[in-house]
């Protein structure tokens, strides 16, 4: 069962921000935001994580809602290269691997 | 960079064949998994392992068997192989709460 909810696709032009929407409404206080990206017949690619604080990285920044039930991931200047499909995930203890994807956001970017 | 890396991105075998899946990690990482990934079902853990020759069974370890002999390789195995194990298999390690995996392997068994 995923534990979140996130838009099938969307569009996104090149060198614009790409904003990906996710909803958790029924996260837990000890459960972090996970975003993962998986292009095409590659592995998923870890982006960034958080728990309540927004959070920055070189490839993107997480920006989590105060009651934490949704999170925006921002891909500050879109490439050719973000086409993928992106997803958000919830996790829980360090012990809790089972990583439950979901169908995640096909987001692809347009020249 | 970390880098997971798996010995084949494509492999086909027959049914009841033995089938080694090698994957390394080259950051010192205690936790090391395998996943498979198949169209509507997503991702499910098989087996995973926090040190050496240690081993924990996921959620789908029927089937398989995993060996960890160094810190830094992790093995699956599938003792023989059937149709319905044909899918991407993914090795993935990680460091505190951050998960890495490999480029995956797809699997076809005939």
């Known amino acids: 069962d995923a534990k979140t909810t996130q838009p099938p696709s969307m569009d996104c032009a090149e060198g614009r921000a790409a904003n990906l929407p996710c909803n958790h409404s029924?996260?837990?206080?000890?459960?972090?935001v996970y975003w993962y990206r998986q292009i095409h017949s590659q592995g998923p690619q870890y982006i960034i994580h958080g728990l309540k604080n927004n959070e920055t990285n070189e490839m993107a920044s997480l920006i989590i809602t105060e009651d934490r039930k949704s999170s925006t991931l921002i891909l500050p200047h879109a490439t050719l290269r973000d086409t993928a499909v992106y997803y958000c995930?919830?996790?829980?203890?360090?012990?809790?691997?089972?990583?439950?994807f979901g169908a995640g956001t096909t987001v692809t970017v347009r020249a | 960079d970390v880098k997971v890396t798996q010995s084949s991105r494509y492999l086909v075998k027959r049914t009841g064949e033995k089938v080694f899946l090698e994957c390394v990690q080259d950051?010192?990482?205690?936790?090391m998994f395998w996943y498979r990934q198949d169209p509507g079902l997503g991702l499910r853990l098989i087996y995973f392992?926090?040190?050496?020759?240690?081993?924990e069974k996921g959620d789908i370890p029927e089937g398989y068997s995993v060996s960890r002999e160094k810190k830094e390789r992790f093995s699956l195995i599938l003792e023989s192989a059937s149709t319905n194990q044909t899918s991407m298999y993914l090795c993935?390690?990680?460091?505190?709460?951050?998960?890495?995996f490999g480029p995956g392997t797809r699997l076809t068994v005939l």
């Open positions: 950051m010192d990482h205690e936790n």
């Open positions: 392992s926090y040190d050496v020759k240690m081993k």
């Open positions: 029924t996260i837990s206080g000890n459960e972090y």
């Open positions: 995930i919830v996790r829980g203890t360090l012990n809790d691997y089972k990583l439950s």
């Open positions: 993935a390690s990680s460091l505190r709460r951050e998960v890495y």
